[in-house]
């Protein structure tokens, strides 16, 4: 008797809401940003102040890009705004007489980024000090250094030819835009396309399978916080030649946003995952989010409130994608 033939029926890729919402929640987010703005503040959408908001999220952005390398794995940095506070008053003091000049100042603050960068990974990888501990612990120093060196009170202006850097456009695109987009893509294929960068992201899913699979994590971790403060330099030359003074308050600020730009974009605390893209896009929201909270008149502190409901939204898509993903 002649059997029905059998057929093996494959199971259909299951895509969870939570997680499709928590993949793509910042560009939601982001065209609701804009429908508000259309009905609530028009002039948010002239050229001049979409400029001004596209640079001001660029230069926040090429922090978020470090950021999200050492959120990749597992770690934090909060010192990044202290690095890019001190860049800026080795930027203003170096035009001033016996200031050595502009190379020696950026040349200097390349050398400490260096030193921070490899202070806060060993700590982390080689004594165990938990990120946040070892990055606050130096950005406490670094603070100090400054308050030391400027005698308490930083101030100062940028060299005038200098600013063009902050505030000239290519093809009409913010030069810190420029340097962004090109991070994004740079970034994007070294850690999918490069083995040190798949290392890097294996290495923050999974240190111990890391280990024994002979990736060095220690120097792979490492790496990320030395990428990191360069990128904060970077950051901190942008916004010295943008805002043309340095005073007590650049970079204030800095380290908070950049990791909710990240989060928000997508990365992980727990590491192992991350979207440069995603995380430029969650930098464009913080700063867009503030300039509509302004061309509304409302008071300055709910900009802090705003922040931080869009944080706390973000990190909860992100359990519930996780955990969908998981069942």
């Not at 982001?30 to 102040?49: D, H, I």
């Not at 100062?156 to 600013?163: A, I, K, L, S």
């Not at 010295?240 to 007590?248: I, Q």
């Not at 974009?265 to 302004?294: C, K, Q, W, Y």
Request: aromatic residues 8%; contains cysteine.
């Amino acid at each position: 008797m002649a059997h029905a033939p059998t057929s093996t029926v494959r199971p259909v890729p299951r895509f969870p809401a939570g997680a499709r919402l928590a993949a793509s929640g910042v560009w939601v987010a982001l065209v609701a940003l804009g429908l508000v703005a259309l009905v609530t503040a028009p002039e948010f959408f002239g050229v001049a102040n979409l400029q001004d908001v596209l640079r001001r999220a660029s230069i926040l952005g090429i922090v978020t890009m470090g950021q999200v390398l050492v959120l990749m794995t597992a770690g934090l940095d909060l010192s990044v705004a202290a690095v890019i506070g001190l860049t800026a008053v080795l930027v203003a003091e170096s035009d001033r007489p016996g200031g050595g000049g502009l190379v020696v100042g950026l040349g200097a603050m390349v050398l400490i980024a260096i030193a921070v960068g490899l202070t806060n990974g060993l700590l982390v990888t080689k004594r165990g000090v938990p990120p946040f501990v070892a990055t606050f612990g130096m950005f406490v120093v670094l603070e100090g250094v400054r308050l030391a060196y400027t005698g308490g009170t930083a101030s100062g202006n940028v060299p005038e030819g200098f600013r063009e850097i902050g505030r000239g456009t290519l093809l009409g695109l913010p030069w810190p835009t420029v340097v962004l987009l090109l991070l994004v893509v740079a970034l994007t294929v070294f850690t999918h396309r490069t083995i040190p960068g798949r290392a890097l992201v294996f290495s923050g899913a999974n240190e111990r399978m890391a280990s024994l699979s002979g990736i060095a994590v220690a120097r792979v971790k490492t790496m990320a916080y030395v990428v990191c403060s360069l990128l904060a330099v970077l950051t901190g030359v942008f916004f010295a030649a943008f805002v043309g003074y340095v005073d007590r308050f650049v970079g204030r600020g800095a380290d908070l946003d950049s990791i909710a730009a990240a989060l928000i974009g997508g990365t992980l605390f727990s590491g192992g995952e991350g979207s440069f893209v995603r995380a430029a896009a969650g930098a464009l929201l913080i700063v867009a989010l503030f300039n509509l909270i302004v061309l509304n008149g409302l008071p300055i502190h709910w900009q802090f409130a705003a922040k931080g409901l869009v944080l706390i939204a973000a990190v909860a898509l992100q359990t519930v994608g996780r955990r969908e993903r998981a069942g």
